[in-house]
């Protein structure tokens, strides 16, 4: 992987060892947690329609609806880390 910030090229994908940054710009942060944000949205969406038009009552649709669920608690976990890093305090 190159760094975006200093250029150098290694295996590396979480810190760079020249320029001791994040080897990603700011910019693609910014865009990953948009992304990170569209997906948590849709997965909401998806949540709510699927207990209005299917419920939970059969074993398909429970499962269905505990796996919709991870996955929002997955995407707003990643959301707030991203924010994190974008934002420190």
Do not use: Y
């Amino acid at each position: 992987m190159k760094c975006e910030n200093c250029g150098r090229v290694g295996n590396d994908v979480t810190w760079c060892d020249d320029c001791r940054q994040l080897p990603f710009t700011e910019a693609r942060l910014r865009r990953v947690l948009q992304a990170v944000e569209i997906g948590w949205e849709h997965a909401n969406e998806a949540l709510i329609h699927h207990d209005i038009s299917l419920g939970r009552t059969t074993r398909k649709n429970l499962l269905w609806a505990q796996r919709l669920e991870a996955d929002i608690r997955l995407l707003a976990q990643s959301r707030d880390d991203l924010r994190k890093v974008l934002n420190p305090a």
